[in-house]
């Protein structure tokens, strides 16, 4: 059993920066490649950034050139640092595997709104 649970959220204007973290602890030794989601009022959840094992990083065209994707192996952690924010980054995030889904831990809202 893996337990996830995800920080660094709050309210920030447009164009500044946040940094999350998904703190992971539990059996995590299935999980090899992570990703960071984000759900919105009203829309599906979609994958946002992943990592690979072997540091191997994608990002949705959305946040291309303003999020960056980390990991810290010997903290079980993984980070999300977003720049230049837009109002369109509005969402809860979530941390979890990319292929093989653990349970799902709180999110953590990310508000950007001058």
């Known amino acids: 059993q893996v337990q996830l649970v995800e920080s660094g959220g709050g309210l920030v204007q447009p164009g500044g920066s946040l940094r999350l973290s998904c703190a992971a602890s539990g059996s995590i030794f299935s999980i090899k490649n992570w990703g960071w989601y984000r759900q919105a009022p009203g829309k599906q959840r979609e994958l946002v950034a992943t990592?690979?094992?072997?540091?191997?990083?994608n990002y949705a065209d959305s946040v291309k050139g303003r999020f960056t994707i980390s990991r810290d192996n010997a903290k079980n952690t993984v980070y999300l640092q977003m720049n230049s924010l837009k109002p369109e980054d509005t969402a809860v995030y979530y941390c979890?595997?990319?292929?093989?889904?653990?349970?799902w831990g709180q999110g953590t809202q990310v508000t950007v709104s001058s």
């Open positions: 979890n595997a990319v292929s093989n889904w653990q349970n």
């Open positions: 990592i690979t094992s072997f540091g191997i990083r």
